[in-house]
């Protein structure tokens, strides 16, 4: 197989698919630019034949990249470690046979949006129960960047019910909304345990920390290994605030317990970072970096720019705010990946400069609902908004 700039191993080695949109992709990275490139199909032999895929597939023969692989592509620009070359690792393209050879040992399965918590920065999309404050909140759908509201399943989709999909399997990654309170999902790991795959499975899973039970507990210590990835992005008030109703101390501890699990290999975090939780991260950062420490390797975090609402992004504040955060980044041990990551975030040039004032026109309305205040978090707020009226 050709091993050019752009060649993936994903592309014959694994599948990102969403249940309840019907979607596949080559994996999570990959953003559909257009509804062309959005493939809701019936099978993944459809999916196979896609133009999407099809097209994919020429960009890399080509040594180009494809639109929807800007993500790693600006990652390995940034002479940051990309998805692009995580794959590589894992699924050597030398040892795919040719451009039909094409094999499910990396399965992104992405079920309903159950969840516990109503970040701000979600959608309805992927939290049931901030799909509910929207619904009981009509003035807050303008902003929802998914029209999905309520579409929460209680059967395992039919690409899961195939079993031929785990005849090659080594990595089966699940998220939700939270997959530890998903009936979905524990119908799924028990279907690939009882089939006799789990022991050749590695499982990964992105939880948001705040429910731990003996059944889940059981269940992926039957797997070969364990990777668990928190999302967190912030600690103490800066936490509480974005992911409501989540109590960090709680949250911490459960962190802090993931030893417990037998099988574990590794362990991760995940950070939106956004207009939320700039202004504090230099309060936020240090205890992350030495949680992570803690439970693994204070690299393993990953920093993801946000992209909802309109507006929350840093790099759409005015440049004196922006400044703000670099100076506070500044300050944080420059060697550290995440720290380079959201420099650079950072310093994107600004898009939008009404997309602030968007930020708070929703914002207000949610501190509205829920009795909460964002200049409890920082002074640089309310400067912010008198800024950007």
Known sequence: MDNSKTSCSALWRSL???????????????????????????????????????????SMSQGKW??????????????????RQDFNKQFKLEDIKNDQDFQIKYLDYRPGNL??????MCTPMFSSVLAKELNDNPELKQ???????????VSVGQLIKDEKR?????????????????????????????????????LKYTTNATNQNKRWRDLIQQFKTVGVTFSCDGTAKTYEYIRTPAKWESVKQNILNVGEITNLSKTG???????????TVDEWLPELITLSEKIGDKDR??????????GSQVFNMPDQFKQIVLDKLKTLPQHHTVVQKLIHYTQLPQRNNTATK??????????RIRKTNINDISEHYETLRQNTL
């Not at 559909?32 to 034949?49: F, H, T, W």
């Not at 902003?143 to 399943?153: G, L, R, T, V």
């Open 16 to 58: 990102y698919y969403n249940d309840m949109t019907n979607e596949y992709r080559v994996c999570c990275d990959f953003k559909p630019v257009d509804q062309k490139n959005r493939v809701g199909l019936g099978s993944v032999e459809e999916y196979l034949a896609s133009d999407v895929y099809q097209e994919l597939k020429s």
């Open 358 to 367: 968007s930020f708070f026109d929703y914002n207000d309305k949610l501190d």
């Open 301 to 310: 975090i990953q920093v993801i720019n946000c992209t909802h609402p309109k």
């Open 269 to 279: 975090f995940n950070v939106v970072f956004s207009v939320w939780n700039c202004f």
């Open 143 to 153: 902003y929802a960047s998914s029209k999905i509201f309520d579409m929460m399943d």
């Open 166 to 202: 785990f005849e090659h399997l080594e990595v089966l990654k699940v998220l939700g909304g939270e997959p530890t309170i998903d009936p979905q999902i524990y119908d799924l790991l028990e279907f690939v345990i009882a089939k006799g795959y789990a022991k050749n499975i590695t």
């Open 66 to 83: 494809h639109e929807g692989c800007k993500t790693c592509e600006i990652d390995e620009e940034k002479g940051m470690k990309s998805q």
């Open 115 to 120: 969840c516990n918590l109503k970040c701000r």
